[in-house]
């Protein structure tokens, strides 16, 4: 088994099989999103309080949710890098990294326009909102710390270094609705008990979450066959692959 896990620290082997699932999850997130959107949009009822405001949900859960999922991918990458100086682990951290913002984003900008019905405002000052904005930060100051330094090494342990320590902020963000008394509404679909959720509405956004979960991986396999191919660039079998066109 751990000689197993020890082929990802090679660089060709990732490369193949980053080539092989990315459009696997592509096509994955693709079929996902739009039947979630269909039944989301379509088939799923008004809801009796928000009317069709709701729907934005299909949208902003999946996105705020895999804002936290990517920084924890992240994290754990940096820190594998900094313990076990494994190079393809910091690959997939800086893979990460705009995805994760971008996810991020669209969680701030979908929960804004959700936010302008419902509580009469594009923004508040509200827990939940503010450690995300916060995270969003942290993405961008990430990739800023990263492209400041000239020294590849040098970048990457510092980039490392913040991303571990930028963890703190994914508990807060989580727990932000029961530690604090918010305006943003408590979980609803990771209750121990039941979700609140009518099925005809819960099923739409199962579907998109993992079809936004898919599109990270399908988008992160990307990301890393180029970030092997920068650093690989001057190795012998990149250059067969360029020989090749397999690039």
């Not at 000689?3 to 990732?14: L, N, Y």
């Amino acid at each position: 088994m751990f000689k197993w896990i020890h082929r990802f620290g090679s660089s060709p082997f990732v490369y193949r099989t980053a080539n092989w699932l990315a459009p696997v999850f592509g096509i994955g997130a693709a079929v996902c999103i739009l039947v979630g959107l269909y039944l989301g949009l379509v088939v799923a009822p008004a809801d009796y309080e928000q009317g069709d405001s709701y729907r934005i949900i299909f949208v902003h859960v999946p996105s705020a949710w895999m804002s936290m999922f990517v920084y924890m991918v992240m994290a754990t990458s940096s820190a594998v890098f900094l313990i076990w100086r494994m190079k393809l682990a910091d690959i997939v951290a800086w893979a990460s990294a705009p995805i994760g913002a971008s996810f991020t984003l669209i969680a701030l900008l979908t929960g804004a326009f959700w936010g302008k019905p419902m509580w009469g405002t594009y923004w508040i000052w509200d827990a939940r909102l503010t450690s995300e904005l916060l995270l969003l930060f942290i993405y961008l100051g990430y990739m800023a710390l990263r492209s400041s330094i000239e020294q590849p090494q040098t970048a990457a342990r510092a980039a490392a270094i913040l991303a571990v320590v930028g963890v703190v902020n994914i508990p807060i963000i989580h727990f932000s609705v029961e530690w604090w008394n918010t305006l943003h509404q408590p979980a609803t679909i990771t209750k121990l008990d039941k979700p609140s959720m009518h099925i005809s509405m819960l099923r739409p956004l199962l579907l998109m979450v993992a079809g936004f979960q898919l599109l990270y991986f399908h988008q992160l396999m990307v990301r890393v066959k180029t970030g092997i191919l920068q650093r690989e660039a001057r190795t012998a079998w990149v250059a067969e692959l360029v020989a090749d066109n397999r690039v």
